[in-house]
């Protein structure tokens, strides 16, 4: 089982700076297949990009996601207010796919 | 636009089992291009991949549950269901049910999720 690591835990951020949270993984993940997912609170989790660098439907350009093999990035160039939220990674390259234990993106 | 919607009993007794099931509308549970299953996400904590069963009603659950876990699916409702049995407190946890979205050689993505519906176990 790939075992995802993501960091920092927390993310203290102004509205408006950048954003860029890590996602490793135990071992190189096939095809980047790799997605992050949104979750505020009291919602369900949102997906954001798959493909390691594809975003899903509705998504703002502002997120984008990049990187391949153990190591991928979410980055998110100017934080709106609504962007303050916990992000998953999750790779889907072997089964059973796997998350990580999240990234708390708060205002500083 | 597809959308799930989880429901069931919020409240299960240890050592009974788990019932829910997740309607889908907007969509089919038919379409042969997709899975659809279960994910939870126990208070606090991080999120756990729990199973999928495809129109068929092939099954595929993780190891560390499947001993416990059952999902059937009915296409004439365009629902599934998940039972989980012999539940203990450690079951507690919002349940979501998910889209899973197959690309070629690859595992599972989720796409959308229902809204969760949180499930205690207590006595």
């Known amino acids: 089982e790939i075992v995802l690591t993501q960091s920092p835990g927390t993310l203290s951020l102004s509205p408006g700076e950048r954003a860029t949270l890590s996602c490793r993984a135990s071992q190189s993940v096939s095809s980047s297949f790799l997605a992050w997912y949104q979750q505020k609170p009291g919602q369900a989790p949102r997906l954001l990009i798959y493909g390691a660098s594809s975003r899903a439907t509705g998504v703002p350009d502002r997120f984008s996601g990049s990187g391949s093999g153990t190591d991928f990035t979410l980055t998110i160039s100017r934080l709106e207010p609504e962007d303050f939220a916990v992000y998953y990674c999750q790779q889907y390259g072997s089964s059973p796919g796997t998350f990580g234990p999240g990234t708390k993106v708060d205002i500083k | 636009q597809l959308q799930l919607q989880e429901s069931g009993p919020g409240l299960v007794k240890p050592s009974e089992t788990l019932s829910l099931t997740c309607t889908v509308s907007?969509?089919?549970?038919?379409?042969?291009?997709?899975?659809w299953g279960w994910i939870r996400q126990p208070p606090g904590k991080g999120l756990e991949w729990i199973g999928h069963?495809?129109?068929?009603?092939?099954?595929y659950y993780d190891p560390s549950l499947t001993s416990r876990v059952t999902m059937s699916v009915d296409t004439s409702k365009n629902q599934f269901s998940l039972k989980l049995s012999s539940v203990t407190a450690a079951d507690t946890a919002v349940y979501y049910c998910a889209r899973h979205v197959p690309p070629y050689g690859g595992s599972f993505y989720f796409d959308p999720w229902g809204q969760g519906t949180l499930v205690t176990v207590s006595s």
């Open positions: 907007g969509g089919s549970v038919s379409n042969s291009g997709y899975y």
């Open positions: 069963i495809y129109y068929t009603g092939n099954t």
